[in-house]
């Protein structure tokens, strides 16, 4: 029979409010206008605004990675979908998911010197589980079944696959009218996740109880409580080393691993090595798992990917790590002293390290390391690439804190400030940020958000440039270092936070810097303290570390 020609329109919220979609972030546009209204006038779904496309797709990238579950991010037509690409990206390579609703113009229109009208169908496909674009009408009942049924293949592919999806949704004038109503609307398909694996195969039994060492390595995830228990049941056998990364909120392992294989300790090669989740940070880690690769390489996860980023790889196990540590724990523990050799290498690094940095001048480190004796298991923490990632890797005992977060699915610097601000919106906990001033100025528009959660503070380290090149081998030692690497730009950053209406304070020696610290946590806002560092201190000290580290001391 025949129907509205946006009726599809009202069955996809009637299925997203099934499914139990939670936030969405609409970015202003006239093309997208029916989307926009059908979820403004709603109220099962929280709505938020943001007037830079770029910045509202990482505010959902947050929004999605502290709850697990799609946001929804609506944009116009044209260009306005091409600003979500990075986040886009960055979604992608973090498995977390996200639901992108392009408004489109009608197909006649592409290519025909439209205003707002470019090649929208499959132009994030390379970088999404599941791309398609809806029917332009919905006036017949094969139109609408065809776009309803897309819709919820969106919807589960995004649940299942772990990532972001895109439904491009050409549309028609008039875009303003109210939508239709029906008594006959869409029922919402149901997924039964498969059930988990209750036996281990025997032959993962076998090898697991004869390896003599065992070296388990997770990548960036999401804080598990699961998990943990399972690893500190595993870690009471003494073959068994677990290396905790700050981006895999895993506690009880061996922190100052990337101090440890820095030196390249051939003594330390494992038998098995177990990995699992997303990117490793440590660079020095993947030169030396490279250089010395265990004799046997385990990669765990249910959707099989094949990712071998250390070249050894000899086996994929369907199953997720909580599932199977908590098999391997109930085996009897066997006898070595793999265990001990790598915490005799830690004591090593932290005997060394310790006066180090309690005797640090001021600069970014020193900024780090006071940080880190500010926060605890109720913060969250989200990094910003370059400098402060690696900073933060290198303290001598970091906090265990309730999540710890970096954008390193793609590792750049854009969107750094908006995903901290979409996390912090839908969580209790105090959301830290800790970022550089050209990274902030980038991201700056994340500001354009309705959204100021009181949970969020914000650390802008202010180092006269990207101080990352002047730290790593290669752009340090180049003439153009400064003019076309670092490129200092003399950025005041209070002033920018005054014109987005956000407290700021000022901190450029020790004391500022503990009650600017202070001043943050007591605030009841947004808030966000400038830090101003020597680029020269920061060099220095970074140099004496390294060679520290590598030294035989």
Known sequence: MPQHDKQHLSDLLYLLQQYG???????????????????ARQNSIHCST?????????????????????????????????NFAPAVAEAFYLRVP????????PAAWVDQLDGQTIRQ?????????????????????????????????????????????????????????????????PKALQWQAALPQMQLPGTILERWLQAKSILLVGGQQAPNTQLQAALNQVLKDPRVVLLSEPVNNLQGGIEQHEAICATKPAQLQADLLISWGEQVVAKQLKIWLRSYPATEHWRLGVDGQIADPYRQLQMLVAMDPTTLFSGVAQL???????????????????????????????GDLKVMFRMAQKLGATDALHLGNSTPIRYWQMLPQP???????????????????????????????????????????????????????????????????????????????????????????????????????????????????????????????????????????????????????????
């Not at 915490?343 to 390290?353: F, G, V």
């Not at 601000?421 to 309705?450: C, K």
């Not at 500022?512 to 007591?522: I, T, V």
């Open 21 to 39: 979609l939670q936030q969405a972030v609409l970015c202003p546009g006239s093309r997208s206008a029916p989307l926009t209204l059908a979820f």
């Open 50 to 82: 943001a007037v830079d496309e770029r910045s509202a797709a990482y505010i959902a990238l947050g929004k999605s990675l502290a709850t697990a579950q799609p946001t929804a991010l609506v944009c116009t037509s044209g260009t306005a979908l091409l």
């Open 98 to 105: 996200l639901l992108i609703l392009s408004a489109d113009r």
């Open 121 to 185: 169908d499959q132009i994030l496909a390379k970088h999404t589980v599941f791309s398609a674009t809806l029917p332009e009408r919905s006036d017949t009942d094969i139109d609408r079944w065809h776009a309803a049924r897309l819709v919820q293949e969106a919807w589960n592919k995004a649940i299942q696959l772990r990532g972001p999806v895109h439904l491009n949704i050409p549309l028609r004038e008039p875009l303003y009218e109210s939508l239709p109503t029906s008594t006959d609307l």
């Open 332 to 362: 009897p523990a066997g006898s070595g002293h793999y265990q001990q050799l790598w915490k005799q290498a830690e004591a090593s690094i932290h005997h060394k390290i310790q006066p180090f940095f309690e005797a640090l001048p001021f």
């Open 399 to 553: 906090p265990a804190l309730a999540w710890l977060h970096a954008n390193r699915g793609t590792s750049g610097i854009d969107g750094v400030s908006s995903t901290a601000l979409g996390f912090a919106s839908v969580v209790d906990h105090t959301t830290w940020l800790i970022t550089g001033e050209l990274s902030f100025v980038y991201d700056l528009n994340a500001f354009s958000s309705s959204e100021r959660p009181k949970n969020l503070k914000i650390l802008v380290i202010n180092n006269g440039g990207g101080d990352i090149f002047r730290l790593i081998d290669g752009p340090s030692t180049q003439p153009e270092r400064e003019t076309y690497f670092a490129t200092p730009r003399n950025i005041d950053v209070q002033s920018l936070a005054k014109g987005w209406g956000v407290t700021s304070y000022l901190a450029t020696d020790e004391v500022s810097l503990q009650n600017g610290l202070q001043a943050l946590r007591d605030s009841q806002e947004t808030a966000i303290l400038e830090v101003r560092t020597e680029p020269s201190v920061n060099q220095n000290v970074y140099k004496a570390y390294q060679q520290l580290i590598k030294s035989n001391a």
